[in-house]
């Protein structure tokens, strides 16, 4: 009876996730017209911008490293807010000989498994500081609650003179893999503060150092991951091309399923579903509006000032 009572009580906080979700997204709804407009203007300017400008300043990024930590799509798959699982073996990369796929690794939810998410982001994408301002925390808490595993693949959809998608997403890999920890909070971090600030890699380099107490200049100095970054990029086109999917910024999977900055209701259901597989193994709870509009201009007062001009 009480593993009953336990589950029943997971599913109920399950709920009232979504509820508190919806009620705060709904506080947004009147904007949401204007921004689809100009979010699709700006992809499709975006996409233009990416094919002019991928073979210029890239053009010297072409074969290196990938991080250790990184799958063969690309992605590094955080099992907690701060734990980062093993990758596979890639070894040297080469962004001009990406494998040929007819799918990107995604599959369907096995009963008693967490719900996972596959996520398309690119630090410049301005719909993706949308998505890490409104639910970087709130995924942090359901990682940590052993409620979703999340992964990222950073791509380079929004085109810049400066190339920032390309060097934010070295960055990132750069954390991943030399502070693992900090990986995801750093992604959350500039993305939803600094997608639209350019920062240089003086910028990048010491918001890790200020923030995180975590060195990665040399790293994103030399661009080494940014070989991996164009290949993560390119596989992304050629494999979501192949499943009818549009390549865009924000993406995201939830298991085999497709959705947009539009995922957190199914995200919910999905969690909901869980809990009641895994009965009082499970605890679902976590306030969605824990990141409230007072600490997000809290953060913003808070950012690190760094250089936003790249050589």
Not at 42 to 66: H, I, K, Q
Not at 209 to 221: F, G, L, T
């Amino acid at each position: 009876m009480a593993r009953s009572t336990e589950s029943a009580d997971a599913r109920e906080r399950a709920r009232k996730m979504q509820a508190e979700q919806a009620k705060k997204e709904k506080r947004s709804t009147l904007l949401l017209p204007v921004i689809v407009v100009v979010l699709a203007v700006a992809m499709v300017v975006s996409l233009v911008l990416w094919v002019v400008n991928r073979d210029d300043d890239d053009a010297a990024y072409t074969e290196g490293p990938a991080p250790s930590v990184a799958n063969e799509y690309g992605g590094i798959t955080l099992t907690s807010s701060t734990e980062v699982a093993d990758g596979t073996d890639i070894g040297t990369v080469d962004a001009e000989d990406v494998p040929e796929r007819d799918d990107n690794g995604t599959a369907p939810r096995q009963e008693g498994q967490a719900p996972h998410l596959v996520i398309y982001t690119d630090p410049g994408c301005p719909a993706c500081q949308q998505m890490e301002e409104t639910y970087g925390s709130t995924m942090a808490e359901l990682l940590d609650q052993g409620l979703i595993t999340a992964e990222f693949r950073s791509v380079q959809v929004v085109g810049s003179p400066t190339n920032y998608s390309a060097r934010a997403s070295n960055a990132f890999a750069c954390m991943a893999e030399e502070s693992p920890e900090n990986y995801k909070d750093y992604l959350t971090y500039i993305t939803a503060t600094y997608a639209q600030d350019e920062l240089s890699n003086e910028g990048l380099a010491q918001a890790a150092q200020e923030r995180y107490d975590a060195d990665i200049s040399s790293c994103v100095e030399e661009g080494t991951y940014r070989p991996f970054g164009s290949w993560t990029t390119n596989q992304a086109s050629d494999t979501l091309a192949q499943m009818g999917v549009q390549f865009a910024t924000p993406t995201v999977f939830i298991d085999d399923q497709e959705y947009g900055l539009d995922f957190m209701e199914a995200l919910g259901e999905e969690i909901d579903a869980y809990a009641a597989e895994a009965g009082d193994d499970v605890e679902a709870d976590v306030d969605p509006d824990a990141e409230t509009d007072a600490e997000q201009d809290e953060a913003e007062e808070d950012a690190v000032e760094v250089p936003e001009d790249d050589e």
